[in-house]
């Protein structure tokens, strides 16, 4: 999706790897040179994330 590319490169890596290392969000690859690699249903997910921390709950 053209959305998803944009709405990733406005969010940082630092995030999306937070999320990763706490089991919010898991890459469905790596690439080669260190890269999250992210499928739709992660990026889905990751929308939902946003939404429900922007309404102020916790992400734990």
Avoid: C, H, V, W
């Amino acid at each position: 999706m053209l959305f998803n590319k944009y709405l990733l490169k406005s969010i940082s890596p630092y995030l999306t790897a937070s999320y990763d290392e706490i089991g919010l969000l898991k890459p469905s690859d790596i690439s080669t040179s260190g890269y999250r690699l992210y499928d739709d249903e992660e990026i889905n997910r990751l929308m939902q994330i946003l939404f429900f921390k922007e309404l102020g709950f916790s992400l734990k």
